[in-house]
């Protein structure tokens, strides 16, 4: 395999896919189908990168069981290099996902192996000599803390997806991230937890109405080079010392948005590589790789491959 470019450090798990018409309220049984398949925030992401055409390595824990079998056996068909950290006390992580028929969902995730992922895990190595380096905060969070620091130490471009928001998480892992990318909520609830104590809470109703230039504002309170907020259906902002832009996403008709913002971290990763660092360009591949990714049902799955993202780009240039 080629030498990895891209290092992603997270989570993964078996995704445990249930669709049904509505979601169920408190107390209700509904019909549904369902499907399992690799998921995973961190998995996810490394697998966007990898098909979108960015050669990529992938570190993460699982439990010495069925679903991590499934795991090694899906990277390997993938053709995707992935190091594995077995943890013999832990099972592989799970997710118990709802899609409704508007392909919006709900999701429970059981981190198990993933929070066990430690800095001993971690290689150093690629981490040093990679050009990108990712991770979110659905593993060990010393674990992604670390990762970070090794891959800013190596001049590698460092990205952190901050999802999901967690009570443990800690500010200071900022300092080694040079792009953060938040959703509307994850933003919303940084920007709380940094601002002053006599500050008025932003909610996401707010966030929609601020004007881009205070926007930008508050992403420059976070103290890191570029700050992009993934905005769904309206695409996404991009802040940095210079400016801000918006980059619109794509229309296309959403079948399952589940793992649509890890399509974004990996297409945009995998963007930046084929774009010369073109924060723009790199944003709109990400959209790209979103808005395929929405299309079909399941997270890793249903991750587009290079040749389809180059067409879709070509078709709505």
Known sequence: MPTPQVVVVGSYVEDLCFYCENFPRP?????????TGPGGKGSNQAVAAGRAGAPTLYVGAIGHDAFGRNAKAFYKSEGIAAKWAMKTTQPTGSAAIMVNAQGQNEILVCLAANARLSKADLPSKALGDAEIVITQLEANLTAAAEALRIGRAGAALTILNPAPMRPDFKPSILKHVDILIPNETEFVELTNR???????PLTEKALLKLSPAKLHQLCSAFGVPVVIITLGQLGCFISRADGYLEVPAFKVEAVDTTGAGDAFVGGFAAGLLANDGDLAAAARHGCAVAGLSVTKPGTAPSMPKATAVKRFLKKHS
């Open 194 to 200: 940094l601002a002053k104590s006599d500050a008025k």
């Open 27 to 35: 107390g209700e049984t509904l019909m549904a189908t369902s499907k």
